[in-house]
């Protein structure tokens, strides 16, 4: 309920993260509905109409292989999205259960998570990335994959850090006192409180995971063809940047307003949200 | 007053050895992390070696010296036994090339392109820090506020596209790609020093306004002391610890921006060096760049940690 109210605060408060909030919706809104409204498919080769400016008939133009741009914009988004959501739930998850265990039950456990934490968080995370989709095979499983193992270690480590302090809070010593369970003080009392720590760092996490994918694909190693993807789009465009530079500024100038729009979101719910910058 | 002359090196040398032991199993979990993808992952290094001729007796023969033919847990130990006496092995794909030449020669450009990034962000990023910091909510100091957004925001192949689109294809004045003379430094420059330029004026920025609000600062204006003298000798100085361990970690940003940046200008370093040996399933040359790359990490995180405990007093060591 309060986080309810945080939600509601910060709707009414915020100009930037408001208008970011719109354009983040034109663009989830384009890429979820752009296979009904669309009347181009997204790998639909027209060889004799390559290079084309922008028209009636395509709006954004066409590339070199004929194929409409911004229907493949919108599909590039569709494919960010849904890979980048889904590896930040998946980090989020791990990092919430180690996190949870490391914290909650101490001792070996937590000693032997957090050497494993050094460990990943030892790798530059794109380093890791390319090893992982490099040596396995771009298949957006594995990009996932990757991804996911990149993000939990830095989650799980925040994550436990602040069940540590919470155990010592007042009120889970009270319930303790009151002869509660250490699952169920785990359970009620440190989850609850620790979700939406987690919840803040999931949405400040989406911007920079869609630049790593756009990162692995623009490289070749990520999303591939006839896949749409924003990096692979600016890859491609790269080719013809003397001839046809549109077709390189178009899909840099989504990314850059995608993450950029993505950065004041998190940042402003983070705050929002996060329990000690709250107005009471 | 030297703070440096307060920590005795005894302590400084014991806090070494014990943060240097710690890193030891940290390596070799990096080393294994890389072992067990190589082996889950598709592509055998053999047939990338010989490509598709499928004689089974010169394969055999070759997978036997390269000693893949034997389990893997001895492959793992052997591996280690050789990195112990510092042997990195012999690259798979170019038969005969010791992997520690192939990792030096990338390993050069890289670290020159970094070095200048950094240095370029540190010598445009301070003054810009000082100047926002000094006059809060000015028209410099928004600037410096959208320079820095921008500069974490936008991809960095994004500025590459961009500054080759104006600076090559439009203007002319500096060459698509290539390595080898210093015109050909300019751009990957101004790309890898973008990230760290935005985080040096900001953490600039941000040291100096809370060190204009301490007591001393307050007193030596009290004092009398002209601004220049109160902005430079006292406040700029304190704020150095700071700017210089940002600084220093933004070199790790300038290194793993290589894997793109020497993809786009051509360069011959560490991060076209990477792409390569993992395409090729080279899999020595790859513990070889993990090994670099991690241990450079941890050394620039080592050297952070330091710097902050020698520079600033209040910070003691716990031994």
Known sequence: ??????????????????????????????????????????????????????????????????????????????????????????????????????????????????????????????????????LLGPRIPYIVLALSLVGWAGMARQLRAEALGLRARDFVVAARALGATSSRILGRHVLANVVTLAAVRASLDVGPVILSESTLSFLGIGVQPPLPSWGLMIADGFAHLRTHPRLTLYPSAVLSVAI?????????LAEALDPRTRPR | MTPAARVSWGTVLRYLARRLAATVPLVLGTTLVVFVVGRWAPGDPVQVLLGDIGDPVTEARARAKLGLD???????????????????????????????????EALGPSLLLGGLAVAAAVVLGVPLGLL??????????????????????????????????????????????????????????????????????????????????EDYVRTARAKGLGPAAVNLRHALRNAAVTIATTAGLTLSLALTGAF?????????????????????????????????????????????????????PRIRYTT
């Open chain 1, 1 to 134: 309920m309060t986080a309810a109210r945080a939600l509601g605060r910060w709707a009414g408060g915020d100009r930037v993260a408001a208008a970011s909030v719109a354009v983040l919706l034109l663009l989830g809104g384009g890429s979820a509905l752009v296979p009904m409204i669309s009347p181009h498919p997204y790998d639909a080769q027209r060889l004799e109409e390559t290079f084309q400016g922008p028209s009636r008939a395509h709006w954004l133009g066409t590339d070199h292989l004929g194929r409409d741009v911004l229907t493949r914009l919108a599909y590039g988004g569709r494919i960010s999205f849904l890979i980048s959501g889904t590896a930040v739930l998946a980090h989020t998850l791990i990092g919430l259960v180690t996190g949870l265990a490391a914290g909650g039950i101490g001792g070996r456990t937590d000693a032997v998570l957090m050497r494993l934490t050094d460990v990943f968080l030892a790798f530059p995370p794109l380093l890791f990335l390319i090893l992982v989709t490099g």
């Open chain 1, 260 to 268: 950029l729009v993505l950065t004041f979101v998190g940042e402003s």
């Open chain 2, 70 to 104: 034997r389990p893997i847990v001895e492959q793992y130990l052997r591996f280690l036994g050789r990195l112990l006496h510092g042997d990195l092995g012999v690259s798979y794909a170019y038969p005969g090339m010791p992997v520690r030449r192939l990792v030096g």
């Open chain 2, 132 to 213: 926002a910091a000094l006059s809060p909510r000015s028209a410099l100091d928004r600037l410096v506020r959208a320079l820095t957004l921008t500069g974490i925001a936008i991809p960095f192949f994004v500025v590459a596209v961009g500054l080759v689109l104006v600076f090559s294809l439009r203007l002319r004045w500096l060459p698509v790609s290539g390595w080898g003379t210093p015109i050909h430094l300019v751009l990957p420059v101004i790309v890898l020093a973008l990230r760290p330029l935005a985080y040096v004026a900001r953490i600039t920025r941000l040291a100096l306004r809370s060190v204009l609000q």
């Open chain 2, 260 to 312: 793109v940046t020497e993809t786009i200008f051509g360069v011959p370093g560490m991060g076209r060096a990477t792409v390569t040996a993992i395409l090729q399933r080279d899999y020595p040359a790859i513990q070889a760049i993990v090994l670099l790359y991690t241990g450079l990490f941890l050394a620039l995180n080592l050297l952070t940690d330091l710097g902050y405990a020698l520079l600033d």
